[in-house]
């Protein structure tokens, strides 16, 4: 009993003193002094005296924004680039053939193996014949993808190297590259 005295007069107390807290008027606040974040003024100060991006982070100075700009300046050799496209695609149609292949195969191995499976008898055994020939297919699908997936990566790995000697960087193509992994 006296626990509960006590946890009433202490609600009862910190009631008390929540009202006269919001019954108080409020005091006025001081006026502070604006302040911009740590290193704004000086990027500001950059872009007023038209610096570039100093400042900025993974810029470390003017010669950066010169690189890239002297990049974008260069004249592309659109004969070679047409020629990286061209081996690239070869290159993904290659892979997208031999995916069809491989999983043309496991479906057909799949299937001649559930067909015999379902021949059996024997419940038990139609059982184990099913699981292993679900078994095996998994299996192929996974390696399948796997390759289709690595022939997709080196195609566009190539084409990003062969890019970069035409002077594209390949930067006006790439938007496709993960288009080719939903084939």
Known sequence: MNKKIAFSLALGSLLAASIALAQSPTPTASPRPSRTPRGAGEMQEN??????????????????????????????????????????????????????????????????????????????????????????????????RKAYKQDINSAWKQFRTDAKVCHGGGSEDNDGENADGQL
């Open 47 to 144: 872009n007023k005296d038209n610096k570039g991006m100093k400042g900025m982070k993974g810029m470390k100075d003017n010669k950066d924004m010169k690189e890239m700009k002297d990049k974008k300046d260069m004249k592309v050799d659109t004969a070679c680039m047409q020629k990286a496209v061209d081996k690239r695609d070869s290159s993904l149609q290659t892979a997208v053939d031999s995916y069809a292949s491989s999983a043309k195969s496991a479906l057909e191995t799949r299937k001649t193996a559930l067909k015999a499976a379902w021949g059996m008898s024997d419940t038990k055994a139609r059982r184990q014949a099913q699981k292993a020939a679900w078994e095996a297919y998994n299996k192929s699908a996974k390696v399948t």
